[in-house]
């Protein structure tokens, strides 16, 4: 069965600092891969997600992510964090059966911004 | 245009009692997912609805829970006989129908069992 691994459950970062939040996945095929964002009191967002083609993604709010098959990873990165980006991450992953389609998702990665 | 909308956004029972939670997808979409997320977890696949086809239940915990969809549009998750553990956030999410397709979530439905 698939599963999607986030190592960190809490990181802290300065604001203005790089962040990379890590995503290791377990799938037998090439996965559909996501991030997606939940702030206090909201609703999970998505940031950007990787179906196929170029292995560097670009999403919103100046996120990118790389998939790196050899390493089975998916890790979110940006060059420069705002006090806004506190929130909780979720890397997933989705499948697809014919008939169905469900994504899995980590235990998601709390992040903390220092002023 | 408006996005997935679920109600009600707190439920407070009694263990033993029955719930029923809403969600209303984006209009025109056919696919509809609910998910549940406990304290300190991730999201964990409860039941797919896709148009007119069976709905996915692979991910329900046990037989207290069920979901129906009516007329392809709002689906109603309901737990029987809640029990402390079923406390937890309820997400609903809902696509056009593409295996691609971005999954928009709600706000969510926060449950909390005593």
């Known amino acids: 069965a698939q599963s999607v691994t986030q190592p960190d459950i809490h990181i802290t970062v300065s604001e203005g600092a790089s962040l990379e939040l890590r995503c290791n996945y377990s799938y037998g095929a090439t996965p559909y891969l996501f991030w997606y964002v939940q702030s206090p009191g909201q609703g999970l967002q998505l940031l950007l997600k990787?179906?196929?083609?170029?292995?560097l993604v670009q999403g919103i709010k100046g996120f990118e992510a790389e998939f790196k098959r050899s390493q089975s990873s998916f890790n979110l990165r940006k060059p420069s964090v705002h006090w806004s980006d506190a929130a909780e991450y979720f890397c997933a992953v989705g499948l697809s059966s014919g008939s169905a389609r469900q994504l899995t998702f980590g235990s998601g990665t709390q992040l903390t911004v220092l002023p | 245009g408006a996005g997935v909308s679920q109600s009600p956004s707190n439920k407070v029972t009694e263990k033993g009692k029955d719930v029923e939670l809403r969600c209303d997808p984006i209009s025109g979409h056919t696919a509809l997912y609910w998910y549940r997320q406990s304290l300190g977890q991730g999201l964990e696949f409860l039941i797919y609805f896709q148009g007119n086809s069976a709905p996915d239940k692979s991910g329900l915990p046990s037989d207290r829970f069920s979901a129906e969809r009516t007329g392809g549009s709002v689906s109603t998750l309901t737990i029987q006989r809640t029990q402390q553990e079923d406390s937890a956030v309820y997400l609903c999410a809902s696509t056009p129908g593409q295996p691609t397709d971005t999954q928009y979530f709600g706000p969510g439905t926060r449950l909390t069992v005593l």
């Open positions: 990787y179906f196929s083609g170029d292995t």
